[in-house]
């Protein structure tokens, strides 16, 4: 009777053991994450090498209890800067600027490891704004308004040269706006008022 009891009670340890190897199993196996349509991910597990060089595609993917997937939006991003700059002459002016990107899906390893995911303020951002600066203060006031498509593609050039290299890619830049300082404010409504005035009298006459 005692070896029966002894025989029944390995056997249940046996079991019990069993069981739980089965739902550390299935435990496992519900870790996992989900990157979204127009995402793309990296998965890294520490206990098995780190992060892979594969890149996710959008759907459910297991990571393990230890991994995560390092997610990043491959879709065309708009980002938008106001700086303080001059012209050419001195002038104060602020620039409300737009730059659109997103990273380069081949090098999204590189990205990760050698910049991380928040790249936008790593690299594009500095580099924008510093670029923009750069040209802007090489044009005199008198072209920002007749040559704005000139200006943007030299900021998008410079831009390009200053990230080369940096796995990101630069669709375009924009110049949504400029603030004139005061006095050219000024001087601006002066001379329409002036303009104006002309026109008026050239008609009375």
Do not use: W
């Not at 060089?53 to 759907?59: F, T």
């Not at 993917?61 to 001195?90: A, P, W």
């Not at 072209?143 to 990230?163: F, G, S, Y």
């Amino acid at each position: 009777m005692r070896r029966n009891l002894f025989s029944d009670a390995a056997a249940l340890r046996r079991h019990l053991l069993a069981f739980a190897g089965m739902c550390g199993l299935l435990s496992a196996g519900c870790y996992g994450e989900t990157i979204e349509p127009g995402h793309r991910g990296l998965l890294f597990q520490p206990r098995q090498g780190g992060l892979s060089r594969e890149v996710l595609q959008p759907g459910r993917h297991l990571t393990g209890f230890y991994g995560r997937v390092d997610d990043f939006d491959v879709t065309y991003s708009t980002k938008k800067e106001d700086l303080q700059t001059t012209s050419s002459e001195g002038l104060a002016l602020t620039l409300h600027l737009a730059v659109i990107y997103r990273p380069v899906i081949s090098e999204l390893y590189e990205l990760d490891t050698e910049i991380g995911p928040n790249y936008y303020d790593e690299v594009i951002g500095p580099e924008f704004r510093s670029a923009a600066r750069g040209v802007f203060a090489r044009h005199p006031y008198a072209e920002l308004t007749v040559k704005n498509e000139a200006i943007e593609n030299e900021v998008e050039e410079d831009l390009r040269r200053r990230i080369k290299g940096k796995h990101c890619d630069i669709a375009s830049i924009t110049l949504e706006g400029v603030d004139y300082a005061p006095e050219i404010a000024q001087a601006i409504r002066s001379k329409l008022v002036g303009e104006q005035e002309a026109l008026r009298t050239k008609t009375a006459l």
